[in-house]
């Protein structure tokens, strides 16, 4: 292929992301409850996570956010598109289904850290939180 589209056909995706696999939370609500769960530290984010009760909607669903310490709209904007590319490539193969994931950025870190050690920390700590320890 010549790496034209065709005429009438879209344009890429910059990320590829199947609809089905990934939800993104929206209610404050999924956030509180996301809170009160289990968290784990890494240098570039904070991931918070929850496993959903059987009644509730099966798949995984992910939230993020980035308090004004992550720096002014621009900078926090930045922050939380990285950590959605992050989200898209790890939470897919190592995300469990029927839980709820938040990614809180972190100021200074989360935007300038290499994108590859971004995922990895997000690896890491998914490991963490879906270890057995209660």
């Known amino acids: 292929m010549d790496g034209k589209n065709q005429p009438g056909e879209p344009p890429p995706a910059a990320s590829v992301c199947a609809p089905e696999s990934l939800t993104v939370l929206r209610k404050r609500s999924d956030f509180l409850k996301a809170a009160r769960a289990r968290r784990q530290g890494t240098s570039s984010m904070m991931v918070q996570a929850r496993k959903r009760t059987p009644d509730e909607t099966a798949g995984i ?8 310490k992550v720096g002014n709209a621009v900078a926090r904007n930045r922050a939380k598109r990285r ?6 490539a790890v939470l897919p193969v190592n995300g469990h289904d029927g ?7 972190r100021a200074e870190t989360t935007a300038a850290r290499p994108y590859e050690a971004l995922l990895d920390d997000l690896r890491y700590a998914l490991r963490k939180v879906h270890s057995s320890r209660k």
């Open 83 to 88: 950590l959605r590319e992050a989200a898209r």
């Open 61 to 68: 669903r992910v939230g993020f956010t980035c308090s004004k």
């Open 99 to 105: 839980w709820d994931y938040v990614l809180i950025g």
